[in-house]
C-alpha cells in the first residue's frame, strides 16, 4: 500500500518536471513539489474532503468541539514543552496548568476549560523551537500527504509526530483509528480555508506556498516578526511618493 | 463698500471652513473605532439576514460593498500587490487591474465573513501616536479550542478618512501573498495578462453554479 502511494507520488512528481517556469529562490525543488502538490490534491479531492464533508454534516458541531478540545489537549502537553525549550517558561507553564486542568475538570480533554480561566491556547511546535533557535526554513517543500513545509519544518513535523502520544496507543487498532478521528476534524476544520484559497488563488500552488512561508515566519517571532526588507522596496515603487516614510 | 467685502470674505471663510470641515469630519473616526464599528455592524447585520445565512451572495456582496469597501483603499493595494510592475503601467490599465482586483478581493472577503462572522471578535487597543498617520490595527478571532486568529489592518490617514491598503490574517499578509502570483502572471503575459486572468478568474466566481468546492 504504501508503496503504491509513494510510486504514484513519483510518478506525479516526473510529470510535474515538464513545466519551466523562472525557479523562485525560496523554492528549488518547485517542479518536484508541484507533482507532489497535484498528487496531495487529489488525494484530498478523493477521499480527504469527501469524509471531512460528510462528518461536519452528520456530527454535531457541539461534539465535533468535544473532539477538537480533546486532541488539543494532547498537542498541548509538547506544545508547552516547545514553548520551554524556546525559553519562554511562562507560557510553558501556562500550557501545562491548561493540560492539568483540561485533563481532569475538563474529562480528558474535552472541555476546554482552561480557555475561559484565561490560559490561553498557544501554537508551537518543533519546527518553530529550531526556527527560535536561528534555523532558517530552508527551500520550500511539499510533503506527500502532508502538504506544506519546507526543510526545517518538515525536521520539526518528524519529531512531531514521533513524539505524540498518540503513537503510545495500543492496540494499533485504537490508534489508526485515533489519528484518522483526528485527521477528519483537522480537514473538516479546514473546509472553509480551503475554499476561500480556491476562490482568492490564480494559481494555488503558489499562494499556498507563499501564505504557508509567510504564515510559519509569523509563528516564529509569535506574530511580531521584524520587517522584511524587500517589503520597504516594493512601498517606495509605489505610485504616491508623498507617502510618509515609516 | 468696505461693508460689502468684509461680508463677502465672511461668507468666503465660512465657506472654506465648511468645505474643510466635511473631509474632516471623516478624518475624526479613529482607525482603531472604525474597524470596530465597521466589523460589529456587518457581522450583526449578517446575523439578523436570513437570505445572507443561508447562502445568498448576491446580497452578501452587495452589504460588503456598501458597508466594507468604503474604507478600503483598492489603488493602493493594487499598487502593492504588483510591486516594480505597476509603474510600468498605463494608467488605463492601472484602473483596470485596481476594478478586477478589487472585484476578487471582495468576493474572497464575502466568502471569508459567510464562514467566521459566528465568532467572537476581539478588539485590542490601538498602539500608535496620535500623529501617526500609518497604523495597524488588531483584531482577533476567538474560535473554540484553537489558538485565536489574529487580522491586522494596516491603515493609512488620507484626506478621506483612515483606509485599509493590507489585511493580515494570521501572520499572511493578502498584499504580499499576491505578489508572486502576480509577477509571474506578468513575466509570463504581460500586464495585460494579468488583466485577462483577473477577470476570467472573477467571471468564473460569479457561475451561478459554485465552483467545485460547493459539491
Redesign the interface.
Known amino acids: 500500500m504504501r508503496a503504491r502511494i509513494a510510486a504514484a507520488a513519483l510518478v506525479a512528481a516526473l510529470a510535474g518536471c515538464a513545466s519551466t ?2 525557479r ?1 529562490p525560496r523554492d528549488p525543488f518547485e517542479p518536484l513539489n508541484r507533482g507532489i502538490y497535484r498528487f496531495n490534491d487529489t488525494v484530498d ?1 478523493a477521499i480527504a474532503q469527501p469524509v471531512a464533508r460528510t462528518y461536519r454534516r452528520v456530527v454535531p458541531g457541539e461534539i465535533r ?1 468535544r473532539v ?2 480533546f486532541f ?1 489537549n494532547i498537542g498541548d502537553f509538547f506544545i508547552g514543552v516547545n514553548n520551554f525549550l524556546q525559553g519562554k517558561f511562562e507560557d510553558g507553564v501556562s500550557d501545562w496548568a491548561r493540560v492539568a486542568f483540561n485533563t481532569t475538570v475538563g474529562l480528558f480533554g474535552i472541555h ?1 476549560i482552561a ?1 475561559d480561566m484565561g490560559y ?4 508551537e511546535d518543533f519546527g518553530q523551537t529550531f526556527g527560535r533557535w536561528g534555523a532558517g526554513p530552508g527551500p520550500y517543500l511539499v510533503l506527500p500527504l502532508l502538504g506544506s513545509s519546507d526543510l526545517r519544518d518538515g525536521i520539526g513535523t518528524g519529531i512531531d509526530i514521533y513524539a505524540d502520544p498518540l503513537g503510545e496507543v495500543r492496540p494499533y487498532h485504537l490508534q489508526y483509528g485515533l489519528w484518522a478521528l483526528r485527521f477528519t476534524q483537522l480537514r473538516a ?1 479546514l473546509l ?5 484559497l ?6 494555488k500552488y ?2 499556498q506556498r ?2 504557508y512561508l ?2 510559519r ?3 516564529v517571532y509569535d ?1 511580531q ?1 521584524p520587517r522584511e526588507k524587500d ?1 520597504q522596496e ?2 517606495g ?4 511618493k508623498d ?2 516614510p ?1 | 463698500m468696505t461693508k460689502t467685502r468684509s461680508l463677502a470674505s465672511a461668507a468666503l471663510v465660512a465657506l472654506f471652513a465648511l468645505a474643510t470641515a466635511l473631509p474632516l469630519r471623516a478624518q475624526e473616526v479613529p482607525p482603531d473605532q472604525l474597524v470596530k464599528t465597521v466589523t460589529l455592524e456587518v457581522v450583526d447585520l449578517i446575523a439578523r439576514d436570513k437570505e445572507i445565512r443561508s447562502g445568498n451572495r448576491a446580497k452578501l456582496i452587495e452589504l460588503i460593498d456598501a458597508k466594507v469597501l468604503p474604507h478600503f483603499n483598492f ?2 493595494m493594487t ?2 500587490a504588483l ?2 510592475s ?2 510600468k503601467a498605463t494608467p488605463e490599465q492601472k484602473k483596470r487591474l485596481t476594478e478586477e482586483f478589487r472585484t ?1 478581493l471582495v ?2 472577503y464575502a ?2 465573513l459567510a ?2 462572522s459566528d465568532q467572537k471578535f476581539e478588539f485590542r487597543p490601538l498602539r500608535a501616536k496620535p500623529t501617526d ?2 497604523v495597524t490595527v488588531q483584531v482577533r478571532v476567538l474560535q ?5 486568529v ?1 487580522i491586522d489592518y494596516s491603515m ?1 490617514k488620507t484626506a478621506a478618512g483612515w483606509k485599509v491598503y493590507d489585511v493580515m490574517v ?4 493578502l498584499v ?7 509577477n ?2 506578468v ?2 503575459s504581460g500586464i495585460d495578462g494579468l488583466i485577462k ?2 477577470s476570467t ?1 472573477n467571471r468564473t ?1 460569479d457561475a451561478p453554479a459554485a ?4 459539491k
Open positions: 517556469a523562472e523562485d479531492q468541539d477538537r478540545n488539543g476546554d480557555s490561553e491556547k498557544h501554537n476544520d472553509d480555508a480551503s475554499r476561500i480556491e476562490e482568492a488563488a490564480l494559481d503558489v499562494f507563499d501564505a509567510q504564515r515566519r509569523s509563528l506574530g516578526p517589503d516594493d512601498k515603487a509605489e505610485d504616491d507617502k510618509k515609516r | 489603488g493602493a499598487a502593492l510591486g516594480q505597476w509603474n476578487l468576493r474572497t466568502s471569508a464562514a467566521y498617520t500609518d473554540a479550542g484553537a489558538q485565536p489574529p493609512e494570521g501572520g499572511v499578509s504580499a501573498n499576491y505578489r508572486t502570483e502576480f509571474n502572471v513575466r509570463e486572468s483577473l478568474k466566481l465552483p467545485t468546492a460547493r
